[in-house]
Every structure is written in structure tokens, then in C-alpha cells.
């Protein structure tokens, strides 16, 4: 970012530098989904390249200030009749330097003049003078306060943030033991939840456990998911859900492993459990537990603030907002413990909850469920707070490599507990002495960095009134309850199939894996809800979805019933029915759906006309109910943001027929679009409606400006900040507004006609309304996008061909287009003139906006 900040060397012929935007979570250029064709759709083709794309910055436009340096004035001690040495340092100290540089004990405390003797470094920078000419402290010019107060100045924009959460915090799983020794593989799932809302935050982080006997020693199970935050509050927790493979019927009963006396497997049933394991494919739920990361007694005054690590202080106060003290209070047993090591942290949770009847992630939490008995094992976790200040990388990898001892002590993964390898390393966090490791002898630090990370997509995002900057596209299906008259052992397959003709025909690849680095799979199972009328899931299946929906991509649900009895090979599951969602029609940010269940799937199964044929169980009830959760950047859930874009691809592919009106409808009805959804849609809004200010027409040309101030002033006026020009507006004309290498053509032409059109109206005397003010106000914005598409044009004509050395000559513009220039710069001079008897902030404003265009214009075009 800094790099991108400085002025690029005469003669490069690069006026902009290309920052790449930082990739969220997997790569979805790879996505096979979205490699469809997508020339046939244009507004796809924005939002792709709109998010794709390499940040632009215009590396001369902060030029006209340069960065001024201050003044070379020497501190100067000006020894008045009653004062001394020391007072006028510590004064001068003040004035000079940051606050959070010198503190109380940096103050020199030695009295009289031997001060310079003690430092000597101080000597250079300070002289002593005789009687002060001045007033004694009063600074002669306070130079960075004078600059302030230039009207409409520009200081440079920090990158636009791809994710605005100030604090991540990092889980890995190192091991789970249990009483009777870990026999049979496990699995499980993280998620940040918060309890007080009863919602999930994130996704879900998927980790397995295997015992040592079957671990594969090529597959790794190291890795960390990563989760955003924004503040840290009581509320929010460490959802966890460990499963295993389903149990056989008369087999060996998960209560093994909740009995109060110690239980000791006999080898039999040791080898009964593993090879059952391995051929039973389908998983039951095990166990859970809710683990709150923050304390709730927050008696210091900034304990609360993201920038506190996750360990606790060298004082080991009890203010500390850190996953250690709740759960000390969690676990009723005593028998939890935790050690630290820098800025993580490792958690023992005992208190694991078994699992007495299928739930929902909602009934967790209800008084009326049956109590679930405790585990008798351990879970351990390392849980570390990371921020994404660059300032405190070097905290970050401060924290010890935890991982590389665990390694060495063979405890990673095996469930053998052995507490003695690691107690000399790192004291108990109950005793509130807390040891930082130096972990500079292996140089592994824990901050997570490796690309083997999994980064949980933070639900929140869809929630909140910020432009989207990154790619996803995807739907999280969640499975809830499934109410039938007699007892099954039931799971649900979940699959994405692009249309209902042929059954044989095979679902699209579509599914995550739960696997890390395996490809995208046709179809995901729940577990087993094992012998019961009312089954209840907490699965999370997540689905990428196809670029674009037709009326016939939908969701395929096929409910199976598995006997569990032990034979030679895999139990056979049972097919019971099948439930269709198209999803064009019931695809919004979070609904809940019922289906009816039908026995059996005939050709054209979403058809209306077919309905009444169709053979339904439990006579035609809704009886299973799922939850959707879509999380896409592409698929407004708007209709009428989805309305405009349709209209767009018919205008630009000239499908929609000579007459139509839709597309101006379309553009009208813009302005009624709810803040949330406009913003974040606003980068590639913006585009398209300047493609159309660019080769419209002239209908579309006014109706797609006027569309624009409407939408800029909206923006403008919802700035949280109360700044004078709205970030995301300046993020868009320092950083998204781009030609994406010649693929869309330069918009300062159009723009300069329809504006300056508009203008002369204005300047003749005809009534133009209430908008032209709003132009007048966002000028600077327009100003700058005019400019900016100029640079653009001119580094790219002049970028390949450019013999080494030499300056990028000037842009020659259009005869047509100077002109129009010309006259637009004439209007607003003459607005700047009549402004000023009205009110003077407006003219001002204007007057430095038309200023930094004719600094900005005389760079790129000939003077």
C-alpha cells in the first residue's frame, strides 16, 4: 500500500499503480461455476471484473501538495527571568513530539545544566539561546494547523478495507481424549454463535480426529480456521459439535464414554468400534459445547477493546477480556485448565455435553430438551486473537509455537493425555502468574499464516451498509426437522440439479467438501437421527451456486432411512422420498421453507400441471422445514436493483425491442432502492449507469445521470462519518473506477456532454429543478471521474510504445469533447460567481473543486 502511494519515476509511462485486492477465503476465479460464458450476460460480467480486478490508483494525483515536509525550525530554549532548563525542555518536549512517544519516566529528572552532559544525542537537536523574543511557549507558526484549514484539500485515501473487522481470532484443535482412550475417529465443527441472539456468526469450521493407529501420515490435519470480529462482547461464543459414525444396533453405545466409573474397552470391542468406523459412512451427533470467548465483567476501562490480546496481562488482572476466566466458571468439575503462550492461548474444555436426542442449533439452548449428560474427556484448542493493524505483525508472531511441542511430544491428535510434556512450559492460567515464552529457538510462530488456513466467511457482512469488494456466491442450506408417524433412522441428501426432465441425469458438482483441497462434490449428507418421528439436524451444507439461476435450478432433498445392523460391508440406506425447492423463486438473504415430502420423483417434477398425480407421504403435510441462507455479491436480492440489471443486458446485447421503455423504468426506479441494498451494490451500479451516461443515447444519457447525482447525494448524505466527501465515493474514484484494460471505453466524454448539456440549460435560463443543485454539491466527484478516465485512456495509449526514459506525451482530446469542456468550465465558473452571494459554502467548495480539476487536467492533457 505504501508502495502504491509513491510517485511513479519520470519516464516509466505508468501513471497508475495496480494494487491487487486481497482474495476472501478460497479462489474463486477456480470456480466452475462461474466460468460460464459470461459475455451473454453483461451486468455479470461488471460485477465479476468489479470485484476481480486490481485495485487502480492514480499515482500522480497527490501531487500538487507533495507531502510538505515541516519546517526545519530547530527547538529552541528560551531561558526566561523565572524559569529553568528543565521546565523549557519538558514545555518544548510537549510541543514537539507525540504523546504516546514520551511518557513521565522518559523526562530527564536531573536538575541544573548537566542535562546535556547526561544526553549527549540531545545537544544537536537543542540549542540554548538568550532571552526569548517572543512570548515565552507560544509557537511562532503552527504550520500542520495552517494546512488543515486550506478548504478542499486532499490528502491521500488508505485502501478501501476488505473486511472492516478490526479482530480475528484463530482456533486449532490440537487433541481429544477420553476416560476410555480414543478407539474410533471423530469429527466436528466450529462456529462463532452468539447465544444472546441465538444466530450464527460464521460458517462452519470442519476438523477431524483420528486415532493413532489410523492416522494416514500424508494426510495433514493441521490447520486453524479464522474468524472476524468486530468487537468483542460477552455474548458471542465457540459453538462446537463433535460427531462420530453412526452406531450399529446391540453394537458398542456411545455411553462409554459418559460413564462415571472409569470404563476400560476390552480389545474385542476396541476393534469392533474401528472396524465398524471404517465401514459405516454415516455419522451421528456426539457431543457440544458452547465456550463464550469474552469475559463479562469488564471492571478496567478499555479491557473491552479489540486491540487486548486474547492471553491475559503480565498482571494477570481479571478484567481481561480473554476466553480464560468464563470458562473457568463453566466447568463445574475443576477440571479445566489452560496455559499461555504469547498471544495464544490453550483451552481444555471438559465440559463436552453428550448428545441424548437429534437437535437443531435453535434447541440448544431451549429449557424443555432433555439434559445432556457430561463427557468424561477432554477437548483442547489453541485459540489466538490476531488484528489486522500492519503495526502489530510483530505482537503476532511473538506467540509461541505451541504447535511444534505438541508435535514433539507426540500428543497431537492421539488422545493420549500427557499433561507432564507441557507443564514446565507453560504455568496454569489459574494461578495467575502467566509466563511468555521466548520462542525464538524454532521460529515457528503460531499467527497462522499458512495458506492452509480456513478462513469462515462472517455472516454479518450481508448485513451491513458498505459496498461489497469481493466474490462470493454462495447458498447455505440448513436441513431443520422432519416430522413423520412412524420411527426411522433418517438422513438427508441435499444436491443442486439444473433441471427436473431426466432423474438419471447426474446433480451439478456444487457442494463444498468437508475435506480441505478436494474438489466441489455432487451431493452432501446430513447424520443420522437415530430412531425417532420428529428427526432434527444441525448440518450446514454449502452450495456454490451458478452464476445465473434459470426458473429450473433447484435443490434436490432425498430422505433415507439406514438399518443399522452390523454385516460385512456398508449398511444399504433405504430411499423414504424426496422434496424439490426451485430456487429462483424462494431465494432470498434468510427464509425459512416447508416442503411436502413425495414418495416418489417423476419426470417434470416442478411442474404445477403434474401436482395433483404426485403420491405425497403424510398426506400432503409440510413436514420438513430447512433454512436458506444466501451469501452472494452477484445475485441482488433486490427486485428492483435484479430488474435494472436485466434490463441493461437486453439494452447492451439489443434484445430489448426499439420502443422499450423497461430500461428507463428500470433507472427510475433506482432512487426507491433501500440504502442497504444500494450500497452494497454501488461500485458496479455506478458502472453500468456510466456506460450508459457513455453510448445511451440521450434519453438514457439524461435518465442514467440524473440517476446518479440521485444515488450519489443518497450516499453522501448516509455517511456515518459526517466527512465532507463519502468514503466509499472516494474509495471508488481512487481505487474501482477502472477501463479494465480497455474492455469498457472512456466515460469523460459522455459524461462531459450530458453534464455540460445540462449546465447551458441552466446558464440560459430554463428551469432545470432540485437536481442541479445535488450536481453542484458532488461536482468534485464528477470532476474526478472525468479526469481520472482521462488518465486511464492516456496511460493506455501511450503504455507499450513509450521509448525508455521519456515523459507520457499529453492526451489530445476531442475537438467535440474540448469544447465541451470548455463551456462545462465556464457554467460552474460562472455558479462559483453567483454562489458567492448566497451562501458562501457551497461556492467555496466548488471554487477548490474546479481548482484541483484544472491542477488534475493540466497533467494529462496538452497545456
Known amino acids: 500500500q505504501v508502495a502504491a502511494m509513491e510517485s511513479p519515476a519520470a519516464g516509466e509511462g505508468q501513471r497508475f499503480k495496480r494494487i491487487p485486492r486481497q482474495p476472501c477465503g478460497r479462489n474463486l476465479e477456480l470456480d466452475p461455476l462461474l466460468n460460464e460464458n459470461l459475455e451473454q450476460w453483461p451486468h455479470l460480467n461488471e460485477l465479476v471484473q468489479c470485484y476481480n480486478a486490481d485495485f487502480v490508483k492514480d499515482g500522480c494525483k497527490y501531487g500538487r501538495y507533495e507531502s510538505v515536509a515541516p519546517p526545519s525550525f530547530q527547538n529552541q530554549i528560551f531561558e526566561g527571568p523565572d524559569t529553568d532548563i528543565e ?9 514537539h513530539s507525540k504523546p504516546e512517544e514520551t511518557t513521565e519516566d522518559d523526562m530527564p529528572s536531573t536538575s541544573g545544566r548537566q542535562i546535556y552532559e547526561t544526553e549527549p544525542s540531545a545537544s544537536s537537536s537543542k540549542k540554548h539561546c538568550t ?7 507560544e509557537p511562532a507558526f503552527d504550520w500542520d494547523n495552517e494546512r488543515s484549514l486550506i478548504f478542499g484539500q486532499r490528502l491521500p485515501e488508505s485502501l478501501p478495507a476488505t473486511h472492516s473487522s478490526g479482530l480475528k481470532i484463530t482456533v486449532k484443535v490440537l487433541s481429544l481424549s477420553f476416560q476410555t482412550g480414543l478407539v474410533e475417529p471423530f469429527s466436528g465443527t466450529i462456529c462463532l454463535y452468539n447465544r444472546d441472539r441465538r444466530e450464527k456468526l460464521s460458517e462452519d469450521f470442519y476438523f477431524h480426529i483420528l486415532p493413532t493407529e489410523m492416522q494416514d501420515a500424508h494426510i495433514s490435519l493441521d490447520r486453524r480456521g479464522v474468524f472476524s470480529l468486530d468487537t468483542p462482547s460477552p455474548s458471542i461464543c465457540l459453538l462446537i459439535q463433535l460427531e462420530k459414525a453412526a452406531t450399529e444396533e446391540g453394537g458398542v453405545t456411545p455411553s462409554i464414554y459418559s460413564r462415571k466409573e472409569p470404563v476400560h474397552l476390552t480389545e474385542k470391542e476396541k476393534q469392533k468400534l474401528q472396524v465398524w468406523s471404517r465401514v459405516m459412512p454415516y455419522r451421528e451427533p456426539f457431543a457440544w459445547a458452547m465456550i463464550p470467548l469474552f469475559e463479562n465483567n469488564h471492571a478496567g476501562g478499555d479491557a473491552a477493546s479489540p486491540s487486548s490480546p486474547l492471553a491475559p496481562s503480565m498482571s494477570g488482572s481479571s478484567s481481561q477480556d480473554s476466553i480464560v476466566e468464563p470458562i473457568s466458571k463453566l466447568a463445574s468439575d475443576g477440571k479445566l485448565n489452560h496455559y499461555s503462550s504469547g498471544s495464544s492461548v490453550i483451552v481444555e474444555i471438559s465440559n463436552l455435553n453428550k448428545v441424548k436426542e437429534s437437535y437443531m442449533e435453535d434447541s440448544l439452548q431451549d429449557p424443555k430438551r432433555k439434559v445432556h449428560k457430561p463427557v468424561k474427556g477432554v477437548l483442547r484448542l489453541e485459540v489466538e486473537k490476531l488484528h489486522n493493524d500492519r503495526n502489530e505483525a510483530d505482537t503476532i508472531s511473538e506467540g509461541g509455537s505451541i504447535t511444534n511441542e505438541l508435535h514433539d511430544a507426540g500428543e497431537l491428535n492421539n488422545g493420549r493425555h500427557s499433561r507432564n510434556s507441557i507443564d514446565g512450559i507453560h504455568s496454569s492460567l489459574n494461578s495467575s502468574a502467566i509466563v511468555k515464552k521466548d520462542t525464538h529457538q524454532n521460529g515457528q510462530s503460531s499467527n497462522g499464516e499458512n495458506g492452509n488456513n480456513f478462513q469462515a466467511f462472517d455472516f454479518r457482512m450481508m448485513a451491513r451498509s458498505e459496498p461489497f469488494s469481493q466474490l462470493f456466491h454462495c447458498l447455505y442450506v440448513y436441513p431443520l426437522t422432519v416430522s413423520l408417524s412412524r420411527k426411522r433412522n433418517l438422513f438427508v441428501r441435499v444436491e443442486l440439479r439444473k433441471d427436473d426432465s431426466d432423474i438419471r441425469k447426474l446433480p451439478v458438482e456444487a457442494v463444498h467438501p468437508r475435506d480441505q483441497n478436494s474438489t466441489l462434490q455432487k451431493c452432501a449428507h446430513t447424520q443420522i437421527s437415530v430412531g425417532t418421528r420428529m428427526s432434527c439436524y444441525h448440518d450446514e451444507v ?16 432425498t430422505f433415507l432411512h439406514v438399518d443399522l445392523q452390523m454385516k460385512l460391508e456398508a449398511p444399504k440406506p433405504v430411499i423414504v422420498g424426496y422434496a424439490a425447492l426451485p430456487l429462483s423463486t424462494h431465494i432470498q438473504l434468510l427464509s425459512d421453507v416447508s416442503l411436502p415430502i413425495l414418495r416418489e420423483l417423476v419426470p417434470h417434477y416442478l411442474q404445477e400441471s403434474g401436482k395433483e398425480k404426485m403420491d405425497y407421504l403424510e398426506d400432503g403435510k409440510t413436514v420438513f422445514r430447512l433454512r436458506l441462507r444466501l451469501c452472494s455479491s452477484l445475485f441482488p436480492v433486490n427486485e428492483r436493483i435484479r430488474d435494472f440489471f436485466v434490463e441493461y443486458d437486453r439494452h447492451t446485447l439489443h434484445t430489448s425491442p426499439p420502443w422499450g421503455s423497461e430500461l428507463l423504468e428500470a433507472i427510475n426506479s433506482l432512487k426507491n432502492v433501500e440504502s442497504i441494498a444500494l450500497l452494497q451494490f454501488l461500485q458496479p451500479i455506478l458502472n453500468m449507469l456510466l456506460h450508459l451516461i457513455g453510448d445511451g443515447g440521450e434519453t438514457l444519457q439524461v435518465a442514467a445521470f440524473r440517476a446518479m447525482v440521485n444515488i450519489l447525494t443518497r450516499v453522501q448524505q448516509e455517511s456515518s462519518d459526517g466527512a465532507e466527501r463519502n468514503k466509499f465515493l472516494v474509495n471508488y474514484v481512487d481505487f474501482a473506477f477502472d477501463d479494465f484494460g480497455d474492455r469498457q471505453t472512456p466515460v469523460y466524454p459522455g459524461l462531459s456532454t450530458v453534464w455540460g448539456s445540462l449546465a447551458r ?49 499529453p492526451l489530445q482530446l476531442k475537438e467535440g469533447v474540448f469544447r465541451c469542456i470548455m463551456q462545462l468550465f465556464d457554467c460552474l465558473l460562472t455558479e462559483v460567481h453567483e454562489r458567492c452571494k448566497k451562501g458562501l459554502n457551497l461556492a467555496k467548495r466548488l471554487n477548490s473543486t474546479l481548482a484541483f480539476f484544472c491542477y488534475d487536467l493540466l497533467s494529462i492533457i496538452e497545456p
Not at 521546565?87 to 510541543?95: D, F, M, V
Not at 454449502?542 to 432433498?557: C, D, E, G, V, Y
Open 87 to 95: 521546565t523549557e525542555l519538558q514545555l518544548c518536549n510537549a510541543r
Open 131 to 137: 532571552l526569548s523574543p517572543l512570548p515565552a511557549y
Open 542 to 557: 454449502k452450495i456454490s451456486l451458478p452464476a445465473l439461476l434459470t426458473p429450473q435450478h433447484h435443490l434436490l432433498f
Open 761 to 809: 440549460s441552466k446558464a440560459k435560463g430554463y428551469r432545470v429543478g432540485p437536481v442541479y443543485d445535488d450536481v453542484l454539491a458532488m461536482a468534485w466527484f464528477f470532476l474526478e471521474l472525468i479526469v481520472k478516465s482521462m488518465g486511464l485512456e492516456q496511460s493506455r495509449l501511450f503504455y507499450h510504445n513509450l521509448p525508455l526514459g521519456e515523459d507520457v506525451p
